[in-house]
T-cell receptor
């Protein structure tokens, strides 16, 4: 059973549209991370959120950590085909690092 | 600038055969991890290690064993491979820290058990 649940599992949108991906857990984490994975590669870190309610922006990507530090969201504005990939959230506790189920995003030109 | 290196990159095994996957990191990281990735399942943690000589079970440890005799190496063993172990295996390492530090991943090992 995944401790971190992501939704939606699959998302296919047109270039220029906005989207939000969610990561939810019943557990409290000291911090959550978002990674992006492309085919044939390992995941690469996008951001780490630490404080409840924190909002971080990375160009067109906006990450938010829930007030209770149990959930997080990733919002992409004006998606581009280059945003296509698998987005994964991850939480750590006592050295363990657990990943969510992932959201496969496809942005069509 | 090697980072995390996994060997081999591809392998085909027959049911019942054994093999060892090697992960090496040159960043002096304390934490190391083995994950498997199946379609639609994200990354599932098999085993992990918080330091040389220590290992712990993750979410899906059955059928696998690990060893961390040296800080830079983390070995994943399959004693008797089964078709259900067909998957892509990723190794990762990260620096010890109070908060989540960045995990660095290898390129993956694609294993097929027939």
């Amino acid at each position: 059973t995944q401790l971190l649940e992501q939704s939606p599992q699959f998302l296919s949108i047109q270039e220029g549209e906005n989207l939000t991906v969610y990561c939810n857990s019943s557990s409290v984490f000291s911090s959550l991370q978002w990674y992006r994975q492309e085919p044939g590669e390992g995941p690469v870190l996008l951001v780490t959120v630490v404080t409840g309610g924190e909002v971080k922006k990375l160009k067109r990507l906006t990450f938010q950590f829930g007030d209770a530090r149990k959930d997080s969201s990733l919002h992409i504005t004006a998606a581009q085909p280059g945003d296509t990939g698998l987005y994964l959230c991850a939480g750590g506790r006592e050295g363990q690092l657990t990943f969510g189920s992932g959201t496969q995003l496809t942005v069509l030109p | 600038n090697a980072g995390v290196t996994q060997t081999p990159k591809f392998r085909v095994l027959k049911t019942g055969q054994s093999m060892t996957l090697l992960c090496a990191q040159d960043m002096n990281h304390e934490y190391m991890y083995w994950y498997r990735q199946d379609p639609g399942m994200g990354l599932r943690l098999i085993h992990y290690s918080v330091g040389e000589g220590t290992t712990a079970k993750g979410e899906v440890p059955d059928g696998y064993n690990v060893s961390r005799l040296k800080k830079q190496n983390f070995l994943l063993g399959l004693e008797s491979a089964a078709p259900s172990q067909t998957s892509v295996y990723f190794c990762a390492s990260r620096k010890q820290g109070t908060l989540n530090t960045e995990a660095f991943f290898g390129q993956g090992t694609r294993l097929t058990v027939v």
